[in-house]
């Protein structure tokens, strides 16, 4: 049996009453799922490790469910809303709720995919209920655009949740997989019931962590260059690597050549690789190139 709900924290009649005097009703287009267990929320919070001097930036916010638990445990929060009404609204239950935290509180109304600034001091810590729809997209671009982000917990459709975590070798492992392991050690943390969110999603969610590398991936080239071959390599999974990567080579024998020179097999399928060998493989675009001309020039000779 659960415990009552703090009287800070948002509990079901708590949810649905927000949301009716807003004339909010959760919508698919966005993937809203609005969280409606207080213990739910207590535990995402301690799975993520949240610190007392820790700033954590959340994504999608929605009614402020997560957001009055972080605050509870948090230095500050600064939450991204793109929905008009719920980021109006969003203060002033912060005010109500927790007025003694208030001051710790910064709401940004954006889409997250295009904030490149946040109020403040820089976050150390990314804790969020990631819409379904854009998950992915929404973690890479906050990783990236804020390298102080140490720890992250997201939760997320549990389908993307095995997709994020999956190692080389695992049928679901792929694009997602390899650009977060680019960034942090990924790993599940755990599996989130439906009836703790309102409406009750059609899926299960899963928790996601994401503790950023010590250190970068070791390589000359850079993060555009090695994500441009893993997108190439699934971009055509039943394709071994000679096959696939032609487009991005200038040709088959060209991709070879690059292969080759890195270390892995052209027979190899992406669904085989590391990070780190997509990365060796990037490095060697420039012996494509030279095995490309070579064939332009043998051609053309004949």
Do not use: C
């Amino acid at each position: 049996m659960s415990s009552p709900t703090p009287d800070a924290l948002l509990g079901p009649a708590d949810v649905r009453e927000l949301a009716a005097a807003l004339g909010v009703r959760p919508t698919k287009q966005r993937g809203q799922n609005f969280v409606i267990d207080a213990n739910t929320v207590r535990r995402i919070v301690r799975t993520a490790g949240v610190r007392p001097e820790d700033v954590v930036v959340e994504v999608g916010p929605g009614l402020g469910s997560l957001t009055l638990a972080l605050l509870e445990a948090a230095d500050r929060v600064t939450a991204v809303e793109i929905d008009d009404v719920l980021a109006a609204a969003l203060p002033a239950t912060i005010a109500a709720r927790m007025p003694g935290r208030a001051d710790r509180f910064a709401l940004v109304h954006s889409d997250a995919l295009h904030v490149t600034e946040l109020p403040g001091p820089a976050p150390t810590a990314l804790v969020a209920n990631l819409p379904y729809n854009v998950a992915v997209p929404v973690l890479l671009h906050m990783l990236d655009t804020f390298p102080g982000i140490e720890r992250t917990l997201v939760m997320v459709q549990s389908e993307v949740a095995d997709r994020l975590a999956a190692a080389p070798g695992s049928k679901v492992y792929g694009v997602p997989s390899v650009k977060a392991n680019w960034y942090a050690e990924v790993k599940r943390a755990g599996a989130i019931g439906r009836n703790v969110f309102w409406p009750a999603p059609n899926v299960d969610s899963g928790l996601v962590s994401l503790v950023r590398r010590a250190e970068p991936v070791k390589t000359t080239a850079t993060k555009g260059e090695v994500f441009a071959v893993v997108d190439a390599a699934f971009a055509q999974r039943r394709k071994t690597l000679r096959a696939a990567l032609a487009g991005w080579a200038g040709s088959a024998a060209a991709a070879e050549a690059a292969l080759v020179a890195a270390g892995v097999s052209p027979q190899a399928r992406g669904e085989s690789l590391t990070v780190e060998e997509f990365a060796r493989i990037a490095e060697h675009k420039e012996i494509a190139e030279h095995q490309e001309i070579a064939e332009h020039e043998e051609s053309g000779n004949q």
